[in-house]
């Protein structure tokens, strides 16, 4: 599907790069010839993920930066466009997350999350938004959200769902707004991808993890190339005229919520048919 050169004119800096789905996207996007910058908390995670990056032969660095402190985001995004002349794309990746029983959240239980999904993205977005106007430049934002940022919410996961709402509602707002810049936005919703931040902090036994596997039609996880595939596509030149979209990846998870899905759950494929059959033919014989 993808040319080697795919994204090599690219710069981009991935949040939360260092690791999990950020670290996949950024081995994906300098196999495709991009440079590519990561940024993070921690040092040590963010030195190791660089170096295994170096090995595609492109420009790679990280800046130990929270994307909760505004200022701190300025700086790097400015010291980016200093150490590569350009930055033509940014993922808004970084999250924090948690399981909660709302009742016993903590304002700062709320406020970190919130802070690091919604302030974080936001401080990104504004500051590279206006680096790419005042430079006249074209750009692209994608934004690592989630299934349940769209409709339903999420228990137990308030300031998470609360946090990607916010980033899905700027998705699309910015998507309108700064299209005259020619800076599209979009927005990727992934199901369950298991990565060592998610998984040690939402999956808490292998229980509840089969619980969890059993309300996806896939009948499995994601794998992180689908993913990051996914996310090549809509940073790259393949898809100019796609923005203000989020595109689900989530093996059918989302869908779990059909009014009759549960009946998939009752009985297996074969007592089912019976049960159709046999209901088919009392209808006829009422007739
Ligand atoms: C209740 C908690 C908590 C927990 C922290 N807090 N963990 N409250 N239950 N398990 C509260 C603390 O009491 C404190 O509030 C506040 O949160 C800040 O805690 P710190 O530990 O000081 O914060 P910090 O070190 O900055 O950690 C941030 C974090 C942590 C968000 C809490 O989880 C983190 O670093 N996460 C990064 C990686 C991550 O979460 N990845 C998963 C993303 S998955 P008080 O009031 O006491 O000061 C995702 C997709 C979901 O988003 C979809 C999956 C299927």
């Not at 994906?28 to 440079?35: E, I, N, R, S, Y």
């Not at 994307?67 to 794309?89: H, L, N, P």
């Not at 896939?218 to 996310?231: D, F, I, M, P, T």
């Not at 990846?249 to 549960?262: P, R, V």
Request: net charge negative; with cysteine; hydrophobic share 40%.
């Amino acid at each position: 599907m993808f040319k080697d050169n795919t994204l090599e004119n690219d710069v981009i800096l991935i949040t939360g790069g260092g690791s999990g789905l950020g670290l996949s996207m950024a081995k994906k996007f300098v196999d495709l010839g991009a440079d590519i910058a990561i940024c993070g908390r921690t040092e040590e995670k963010l030195k190791n993920a660089t170096e295994k990056l170096a090995d595609f032969g492109t420009n790679v660095r990280w800046y130990q930066v929270d994307v909760r402190d505004y200022e701190k985001v300025g700086e790097m995004i400015r010291q980016i466009v200093a150490d590569f002349r350009k930055m033509t794309g940014l993922v808004n990746n970084a999250a924090g997350n948690f399981l909660s029983t709302s009742e016993d959240l903590s304002p700062g239980g709320f406020k970190t999350v919130v802070d690091i999904v919604l302030h974080g993205s936001f401080n990104c977005t504004h500051h590279f938004g206006n680096y790419l106007i005042d430079s006249e430049s074209d750009g692209n934002i994608l934004n690592i959200v989630t299934t349940y940022a769209e409709d339903a919410g999420s228990a137990f996961v308030l300031p998470s769902a609360c946090g990607k709402a916010g980033v899905l509602a700027m998705t699309r707002s910015l998507a309108f707004e700064w299209a005259e810049y020619g800076i599209r936005l979009n927005a990727i919703a992934p199901g369950p991808f298991p990565t060592e931040g998610a998984w040690t902090r939402l999956f808490p036994d292998e229980k509840f993890e089969q619980q969890y596997l059993n309300k996806i039609p896939a009948g499995r996880y994601g794998e992180h190339e689908e993913l990051a595939n996914l996310a090549a596509f809509l940073m790259s030149d393949m898809a100019p005229y796609i923005t203000g979209e989020c595109v689900t990846i989530d093996g059918g998870e989302k869908l779990s919520g059909g009014q009759f899905n549960f009946i998939d759950g009752m009985m297996d494929r074969q007592k089912l048919k019976g049960m159709f059959k046999m209901m088919k033919e009392k209808g006829k014989s009422e007739k």
